[in-house]
């Protein structure tokens, strides 16, 4: 596992503990008033589990990492943890599955999902090669910049590599460094659409997770923050 989930994870919850409240309003509207129970496979710390529970949510986060006491610990390409209204999995973590537990996952998100349940995926596909993102992030007295970005991929083997930069400029850890690259699965929207297709579920819309209004897209956009919105039949 990268050490971005180990011994950076305090570092990793601050550089990405930016503002989600809107993006919490649009998940809970896009999951539909009748939506009560919510899955988030690969939660984290919570984050954003956390932001829909103050929407009134009952969220079952799982992950693989103990995170934190609420968190199920369930691989979720392989779990059976009863059935949900709706489920969302942001930033990119799909992308940690291979293509083939990509498939195994959606079997277990249909399994997880009741009939007329979306699912809202936030997963890059072919979002541009060599384009840093560049962020600072200050909580809790600590105050990180970081720097994102996708470095080079072999779109043969579906596999492209993403390099991250941490520089923590206050806090207990002020002074560090920490730069890593590590692996992440490369879908262009055929390759992504072919997996759904193959799935159990549909690929019913993608909205532009860049834009607030969060606009409804083509099913061929590219980028590596789009919201795609599955269905359980
Ligand atoms: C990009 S982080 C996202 C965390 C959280 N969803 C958020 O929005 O802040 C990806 C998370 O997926 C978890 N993860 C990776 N592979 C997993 C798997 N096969 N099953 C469950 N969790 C997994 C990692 O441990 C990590 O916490």
């Known amino acids: 596992m990268s050490d971005l989930y180990t011994t950076l ?13 809107s ?22 710390s919570g984050r954003m589990f956390a932001a829909l529970e103050r929407r009134g949510l009952a ?7 103990g995170t934190n006491a609420t968190v199920v610990l369930a691989d979720m390409t392989d779990f ?18 291979s293509h083939s537990e990509l498939a195994s996952h959606l079997e277990a998100m249909s399994r997880a999902l009741a009939p007329g349940a979306s ?10 090669v060599g384009e840093a993102s560049r962020w600072e992030v200050e909580r809790d007295e600590q105050h990180v910049r970081a720097l994102w970005s996708v470095e080079s991929r072999d779109a043969d ?15 207990h850890r002020a002074g560090e460094v920490h730069e890593e690259v590590h692996a992440m699965s490369f879908w262009t929207p055929e390759t992504w659409g072919a997996v759904v297709d193959a799935s159990p579920l549909e690929w019913t819309a993608v909205y532009d997770g860049t834009s607030p209004s969060r ?15 599955l269905l359980r039949p």
């Open 80 to 97: 059976d943890l009863g059935v949900f209204d709706g489920a969302v999995c942001p930033i990119n973590t799909l992308g940690h599955l």
């Open 9 to 21: 994870a305090d570092l990793y919850d601050t550089v990405f503990d930016w503002d989600i409240e």
């Open 215 to 229: 606009p409804r897209l083509d099913f061929t956009a590219t980028g590596g923050l789009l919201w795609h919105e």
């Open 59 to 65: 969220v079952t986060g799982i992950d693989v990492r």
């Open 119 to 128: 699912y809202l995926v936030q997963l890059a596909v072919d979002a541009p």
């Open 157 to 171: 083997a579906g596999v492209e590599w993403h390099r991250s930069l941490f520089e923590v400029v206050a806090g």
């Open 23 to 44: 993006e919490a309003d649009w998940i809970a509207e896009r999951l539909g008033s009748g939506c009560r129970t919510v899955i988030e496979p690969g939660c984290g």
